[in-house]
């Protein structure tokens, strides 16, 4: 195959309301209207802002029709499939494109390419709403040129252009070479190619917050250990329920079996995986925790096996992933329900294989990392209902701890009140902050909904509003001394409807008898059939609302 022999009418199917190019969608455009987003774009960001956006459209453009190019026909050399591009250029009207020279060097990778373009439809469209210009402005085409070539040889390839019939030359010319080849001379040029994108920036700042984060953890941990305190969620610990779970922590913490801790959210899974990384061999090494819900499924996959650079747009660098940072330590995968059928394939895979492949790389690399992960998702239902894999499920519990809620551990409830009051003393120079005693049937009372992190909380905001050190009744926040009363802002009952009042009741069941629908039917004397439409039903609205 060659250049010349590609034809407009073949290679388009004109079908009515839609043109394909061997399955891709192409529109035609109108030259004015192009003209005036050129000019929005300048006014709206500037012209070297426009410039980048228009040139990397072009880049995207050039790119997509060299591989639709490689794709579809058969070449008879390289240098043919680099020349289709000058010519589909040409047959989609955009410029009467010749090659004044090409040299490919397959062996040193050099790359050198001579353009002509005339009737340019960039310079065109430049002139009819911004007038003559003192600089070239074909960037379209600039960049359609450099994506084309780029992709066919498999390497950077920038063109410049030298003469343009916006600035009043008779023609256009452009020039073409590898990155190399260019030398310093492409610094100038080179961040028109490469605008930095929002998802770059976003992956930036993540990273950055991370961090801090990670840094602002360490330090807590420190001031912590230096102040003799150990971490809230395992002290006062006088329940059966919760030192059968410290107990089994302890027990499987030498070994490097995967465990799945389970509970409410608040109940202090972290804490936990933080305790059998402290009592593991790998103590001395990394504890990396990552909440699996608070990142979209793109960025999560490059945070967790990072990236390579080039492997989308805004991947300006090599990025080390959260596996990796975790080498010879432990990685801490916090919501774990929440990830997506894809990410649990991969996640699988690298439980099997002991190995991660950074996003845009090939070769796998090797981890030695051991996984704890935690949910407060009910992972058996969610594999019946098909949102999460059995297999994986079995690879994660090899060990499952659950950390019982709050309210199943009344004799937690106040040591941890008083722990908290000691804190917080200390925190807020408060000396000799203490409990009433006419609170203690509260703190006891109240079923705890959001666990040791809502007491924690409770207790704080005690401590602020305390007169004296001494926290009355008062002083606890609304709905933990009123607790029909519900969460603080439904206190009026001329705001609340009858379906609420059923749906918080329905809620505090499932959650009393541990989200067992079975028992709940029977306490709220309904049949299980009714109970499970109600749950869907309030399932939709909540998905309604978010
Ligand atoms: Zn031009």
């Known amino acids: 195959m060659k250049a010349a022999d590609l034809k407009l009418s073949e290679l388009v199917d004109f079908e009515e309301g839609r043109l394909n190019l061997h399955g891709r969608r192409l529109v035609l455009h109108d030259l004015h209207a192009f003209a005036q987003l050129r000019k929005d774009l300048i006014e709206t960001v500037g012209a070297d802002g426009a410039r980048s956006v228009l040139t990397r459209f072009g880049y995207f453009w050039g790119q997509a029709d060299a591989a639709a190019m490689k794709r579809i026909f058969e070449w008879d050399s390289l240098s043919d499939l680099v020349l289709a591009g000058p010519r589909m250029h040409t047959i989609q009207g955009v410029v009467k494109a010749s090659v004044r020279s090409l040299d490919i060097d397959e062996s040193t990778g050099r790359f050198r390419m001579e353009l002509t373009w005339h009737g340019s439809g960039d310079a065109e469209e430049h002139v009819i709403e911004m007038g003559r210009s003192d600089a070239p402005v074909c960037w379209m085409m600039v960049g359609y040129a450099s994506g084309y070539a780029s992709f066919c040889v498999n390497r950077e390839v920038y063109f410049v252009e030298r003469t343009c019939a916006g600035k009043g030359d008779p023609v256009c010319t452009a020039v073409g070479m590898d990155r190399e080849s260019w030398g310093a001379e492409l610094k100038t040029f080179l961040p028109f190619f490469q605008a930095e994108d929002v998802r770059g920036k976003v992956l930036e700042l993540t990273r950055k917050l991370r961090e801090q984060g990670r840094e602002l953890a360490k330090q807590r941990q420190k001031l912590r250990l230096l102040a003799g305190e150990q971490p809230a969620g ?13 107990e089994l922590a302890a027990r499987v913490a030498p070994y490097d079996t995967s465990v799945l801790i389970t509970g409410e959210s608040g109940t202090g899974k972290e804490v936990l995986a933080r305790y059998i990384h402290a009592n593991s061999h790998r103590s001395k090494g990394p504890f990396v925790g990552v909440n699996c819900a608070a990142l979209p499924e793109t960025l999560l996959e490059s945070e967790l096996f990072g990236h390579k650079a080039g492997a989308f747009t805004g991947a300006t660098r090599d990025r080390v992933g959260l596996f990796e940072e975790a080498q010879k330590g432990t990685i801490f995968l916090d919501e774990i329900g929440d990830i997506s059928l894809a990410m649990q394939m991969k996640l699988l895979r690298v439980l099997q294989e002991r190995e991660i492949r950074r996003v845009g790389e090939s070769a796998p690399r090797k981890v030695d990392v051991r996984v704890i992960t935690a949910t407060n998702q009910n992972l058996a239902m969610a594999i019946q209902e098909g949102r999460f894999r059995e297999d994986l499920y079995y690879r994660l519990r090899v060990i499952e701890i659950e950390v019982p809620p709050l309210r199943s551990r009344l004799e937690d409830i106040l040591h941890l009140a008083r722990h908290f009051c000691r804190v917080f003393a200390r925190k807020l120079k408060i000396p000799n902050l203490r409990i009433d005693a006419t609170c ?13 992190r809502e007491l924690e909380n409770a207790i704080e905001r005690a401590a602020v509003l305390s007169k004296d050190g001494l926290i009355l009744p008062e002083h606890l926040p609304a709905n933990v001394v009123h607790p029909i009363l519900g969460p603080p802002g439904l206190v009026s009952p001329l705001s609340r409807k009858l379906s609420d009042i059923e749906k918080d009741h329905i809620q505090t069941v499932m959650r009393l008898v541990g989200d067992n629908r079975t028992r709940a039917a029977r306490a709220l004397g309904i049949s299980p059939a009714t109970l499970w439409r109600k749950l869907k039903q309030m399932n939709e609205e909540a998905d309604g609302r978010s």
Do not use: I, M, T
């Open 234 to 246: 395992l002290v006062e610990v006088h329940s059966a329920s919760f030192r059968k779970v410290v």
């Open 440 to 452: 203690v049937d509260y703190l006891q009372s109240y079923n705890w909904p959001g666990n040791v």
